[in-house]
């Protein structure tokens, strides 16, 4: 660490249902964690308190005091000042330019850096889980929707202005679906647990997915990544081709990021991943390759990711350390 190295550092994941607050040791290894709900609170002082006790409730499980930790990164969602620390825009949390990590800073003592949790999510699979030892890297994370980031030489790519890596938005359909960001044909109107979720309510309504009409009925947000793989199970043919028809989708979008960014290595992660596994991400890299360049696409590895939920706050910590070094 730039100043103690046998201090510890604070990675936390602000969700817009949860928040997940970690120490970890210099070897990136999580030593303590603690987990608080996001929801119901009345605004941004709020947060703070909740944030701050939640930092506090994990240092006390780790037998550790403030003092103890070198400096904190937050995994955060939307688009992130990172120099700045500020919050752009958070989906679900309702905060606009918001200076989180100044406000974090005075209450509890050590520096605090903020970053987008999908590139903190990456960055952590890059030092320390399914990407350790490339050096060119995508990440697609298909859940409810689709996140993706990119390391290039070692380095998170930010782009311009701090919103690279929107993979999911990429347009492999031109004019089709509708997308939640207002656009048609993005990857994430096809290939997302979302867009899946859409079609298996059809698939209810005439009676070709009995596990997931039992499970969630035609509730679009009641259908987990868990409840696809049930149906799959069961032999439920129709679910079984929706699901291939959504990997297949995620594969076209894999093709056109080896085709513009020459990875050695696309890492899938998320929800979708972890439940469905081999299958499914088999599925998706058959499609990739039957899309993408030959020559380009010959030498690309798929991996799926490592450390689950520990992804973002590992990385958002790594990054904080690095972020610190130069301060």
């Not at 825009?89 to 974090?104: C, I, V, W, Y």
């Not at 513009?260 to 499609?287: H, M, Q, W």
């Not at 991996?303 to 910590?317: H, K, Q, R, Y």
Request: hydrophobic share 45%; glycine share 14%.
């Amino acid at each position: 660490m730039a100043k103690d190295q046998t201090r510890v550092r604070i990675g936390f994941d602000l969700g817009g249902t949860k928040m997940l607050c970690g120490a970890i040791d210099s070897a990136g290894t999580v030593i303590a964690g603690k987990k608080k709900k996001t929801k119901e609170l009345s605004d941004s002082e709020a947060l703070l308190d909740r944030i701050v006790r939640c930092v506090d409730g994990c240092l006390k499980k780790a037998k550790l005091e403030r003092s103890d930790v070198a400096e904190m990164g937050i995994a955060a969602p939307g688009p992130i000042d990172t120099e700045a620390g500020v919050l752009l825009e958070t989906p679900n949390l309702g905060l606009r330019e918001f200076p989180m990590a100044r406000l974090l800073r005075e209450r509890l003592g050590f520096p605090v850096f903020l970053e987008n949790d999908v590139n903190a999510g990456l960055y952590g699979e890059y030092r320390h889980g399914g990407a350790g030892g490339y050096r060119n890297i995508v990440g697609l994370f298909p859940g409810t929707g689709i996140g993706g980031a990119l390391i290039f030489d070692g380095a998170l790519y930010r782009g311009a202005t701090g919103g690279a890596g929107e993979l999911g938005h990429m347009i492999v359909e031109p004019g089709g679906r509708m997308c939640g960001c207002g656009r048609r044909g993005c990857l994430e109107a096809v290939a997302s647990r979302g867009a899946m979720a859409r079609e298996a309510a059809l698939l209810v309504i005439s009676g070709k997915a009995p596990t997931i009409e039992a499970g969630a009925g035609t509730d679009v947000a009641r259908m987990k990544s868990s409840l696809f793989l049930d149906a799959i199970e069961n032999g439920e043919q129709a679910v079984v081709e929706l699901v291939d028809r959504a990997a297949w989708w995620l594969g076209v979008g894999m093709a056109s990021c080896v085709n513009a960014f020459n990875p050695d290595v696309i890492v899938l992660g998320g929800g979708l991943v972890e439940k469905l596994g081999r299958r499914y991400v088999d599925a998706a890299e058959r499609s990739m390759r039957e899309h993408a360049m030959e020559f380009l696409v010959r030498q690309v590895k798929i991996v799926s990711a490592e450390l689950g939920d520990d992804a973002a706050i590992v990385g958002a910590a790594e990054l904080a350390t690095e972020a610190n070094a130069r301060s």
